[in-house]
């Protein structure tokens, strides 16, 4: 059907970048809305960034200034550039996207998320 696959993720210091990628595959018909989400051990699940396939984006108020979500729509990708990471930026963080996906007699929608990559900031 649809999967998402998360990429990226590891252990970097204070101040440090990562790149996060994310690609879907499958039998999709259409993907609109890309997400990164993120979650801290013993914290509720939150949206970080959000973007659509016309290029419109938004972010969370604790990563404004400091991420950047980025799509290659025709590989169905989408990435997450972390800048000046902080140790409170450690988290795992999850891709999701609603996807029109191809079935026997038309198509479906869908609610995908990744497994998640986890990512640590620490010295």
């Known amino acids: 059907q649809v999967q998402l696959v998360e990429s990226g993720g590891g252990l970097v210091q204070p101040g440090g970048s990562l790149r996060l990628s994310c690609v879907a595959s499958?039998?999709?018909?259409?993907?609109?809305?890309m997400n990164w989400y993120r979650q801290a051990p013993g914290k509720e699940r939150e949206l970080v960034a959000h973007s659509t396939s016309g290029g419109y984006k938004s972010y969370g108020e604790s990563v404004k200034g400091r991420f950047t979500i980025s799509r290659d729509n025709a590989k169905n990708m989408v990435y997450l550039q972390m800048n000046s990471l902080k140790p409170e930026d450690t988290a795992v963080y999850y891709c999701?996207?609603?996807?029109?996906?191809?079935?026997?007699?038309?198509?479906?929608?869908?609610?995908?998320w990744g497994q998640g990559t986890r990512v640590t900031v620490s010295s």
């Open positions: 999701n996207a609603p996807v029109q996906y191809w079935s026997g007699s038309g198509y479906d929608v869908g609610n995908f």
């Open positions: 499958g039998s999709i018909f259409n993907i609109n809305v």
